[in-house]
């Protein structure tokens, strides 16, 4: 029964993650994101001509390191970076491609990329000493990134697995959660004036309190009443479209950055190079999946929760509260959620659509490691935030995370149970 689940959540994600997208805006435009190693690039010029060389319009990237230009028609348009406006140690990967010629469609908005390496990096050839210090210098600030990355997917993955390792359910709402925790800061820290310490917080205690509401008065009920798992995943389906529009209603669509901690200078720890928070971030995150994994292991409700996770029958007649006990695991999950919201949120500015956009970095983090395994989950995502951030070394940066599901396919084929889950007998 359990495969059947997964391989039908599997099709249905898919086929959500191809449906689910917000819908093209009316008329044609040329856009995109500007981004070295993960980090958005701000004030680069963008100009765009028509095929005969008429001028449409000249832009510059914002904070975001977004640009968009409306185009007048459906047709063939020159896209130029102006690479003297690149900020210093950023170039393009291949210099001869600073001029691209792309089709507009009608009706449609024709995404753009543009390939960043750190200067040096790029295709142009250098001195091979000079080279060799320059690729180990990425390799160690990507392999730094891609901890990042990996363990603020670990703490979204946390809690998506215990759910599913205690009820059985493929929650597709999980990256909401996300989202929620990053608003819920936002609305504390922008609007309230609280300092984003505080909002954090108070945002963690919101997701927790939503969890602990989704459950009393949702899930619980649809267990109570014996919902099939693939209903009940269909329904997250659904609850995850209906919060991802309630964001965009209340939020807006453009993406917005916390008071506190904006344009850090970097520092120097060998050859890494991240803002202050970065490091804080990092070792918060670790703080709390070190805490969170050892009241797994070492308090009664932490064992009580692998006893229902291992045999929810079993435990109920040895006297555990299994209700309970899911009840708990849902306010933790969302408390946990809504902590890596807030991280994400801090890393790459708020977004309502930033939850739904890492939920597949956070189901193959689950998958990767052993689904309803939570210390599988934070092994699983390390890796993944590894080999997403390493990829950019062969990869353009636009590209990173289609290694996500490659690590799905190559999961699924060869290893079904994951780095720490256990083979089930079927049968």
Known sequence: ???????????????????????????????????????????????VVTEDGQPVKEV?????????????????????????????????????????????????QRNVLFALVPAGASGAPTPSSSSESSF???????????????????????????????????????????????????????????????????????????GWLQDAFFWNKLRRRGSSLIAMMIISIGLALLMRYIFLFVFGGESSAYLDYNAQPGIQVGPISAAPKNFIAMGIELVVLVIVGLALLRTRVGKAARAVADNPALAASSGINVEQVIRIIWTV?????????????????????????????VFAGVTLGGLGTA??????????????????????????????????????????????????RIG
């Not at 600030?141 to 809690?159: D, S, V």
């Not at 590894?386 to 950019?392: D, E, G, K, P, V």
Request: hydrophobic share 55%; glycine share 12%.
């Open 1 to 47: 029964m359990r495969r059947a689940v997964i391989a039908f959540t599997a099709f249905l994600g898919g086929l959500v993650f191809l449906l689910a997208s917000p819908a093209w805006a009316d008329g044609e435009a040329l856009k995109g994101t500007l981004q070295n190693q993960g980090q958005p690039v701000n004030g680069v010029k963008i100009s």
């Open 60 to 108: 510059t990237t914002g904070a975001d390191g977004k640009w968009e230009v409306p185009v007048p028609k459906a047709g063939k348009y020159k896209v130029t970076l102006d690479q003297k406006t690149l900020p210093k140690g950023v170039a393009l990967k291949f210099a001869n491609r600073a001029t691209l010629d792309v089709q507009v469609y009608e009706e449609s």
């Open 136 to 210: 180990w210098d990425r390799v160690a600030q990507l392999t730094f990134e891609g901890f990042n990355l990996g363990l603020i997917i670990a703490l979204a993955a946390m809690g998506l697995s215990l759910v599913f390792g205690t009820t059985g359910l493929t929650n597709f709402a999980h990256g909401e959660l996300l989202t929620l925790g990053a608003m819920s800061a936002y609305f504390f820290n922008v609007v309230v004036g609280i300092p984003l310490i505080w909002a954090a917080v108070a945002a963690v205690v919101v997701g927790g309190a939503f």
């Open 333 to 361: 999950g969302g408390a946990v959620a809504a902590l890596a919201g807030v991280m994400l949120g801090l890393a790459q500015n708020v977004n309502y659509q930033m939850g739904f956009q890492i939920l597949l970095l």
């Open 375 to 424: 210390f599988g989950a934070l092994v699983g995502s390390i890796v993944v935030g590894l080999f997403i951030q390493l990829s950019t070394l062969v990869v353009p940066t636009e590209l990173k995370t289609v290694g996500a599901l490659m690590v799905l396919i190559l999961v699924m084929l060869f290893r079904p149970q994951g780095i720490l889950g256990r083979r089930e």
